[in-house]
């Protein structure tokens, strides 16, 4: 069973940055691929960024792309997100999800590939 807790939101100034943190507390974190969401008020959640099982790949939306990192350690069972040149527009619940079948190399872009998520974690960045 999965079980995903996001920690590490909060407020931030405009062109800082935050480290998301996803917690698995089940014990099949390293055979999931890790995705990234994000839902702002009034919106659809949007897709983020997503990292293979191994971490051998990595995707991002084109929204983010070289300003979020995605990365995990199986280690500790734990995704992150470092977010850096954080916009207004980034303001947002971040939730992280796991994606537990698929090719080494796939990264799901589609809320519903994901079967499990956590709660999410409030990030709001101040212009």
């Known amino acids: 069973q999965v079980q995903l807790v996001e920690s590490g939101g909060g407020l931030v100034q405009a062109g800082g940055s935050l480290r998301l943190s996803c917690a698995d507390s089940g014990h099949t974190f390293s055979q999931n691929t890790m995705g990234w969401f994000r839902q702002a008020p009034g919106k659809a959640r949007d897709y983020v960024a997503a990292i293979t099982r191994s971490g051998t790949y990595t995707d991002y939306a084109d929204s983010v792309k070289g300003r979020f990192t995605v990365s995990r350690d199986n280690a500790k069972s734990r995704a992150y997100l470092q977010m850096d040149s954080l916009e207004p527009e980034d303001t947002a619940v971040y939730y992280c999800?796991?994606?537990?079948?698929?090719?080494?190399?796939?990264?799901?872009?589609?809320?519903?590939?994901?079967?499990?998520w956590g709660q999410g974690t409030q990030v709001t960045v101040s212009s």
């Open positions: 999800a796991a994606h537990t079948s698929g090719s080494y190399s796939y990264t799901p872009r589609f809320d519903y590939e994901y079967s499990q």
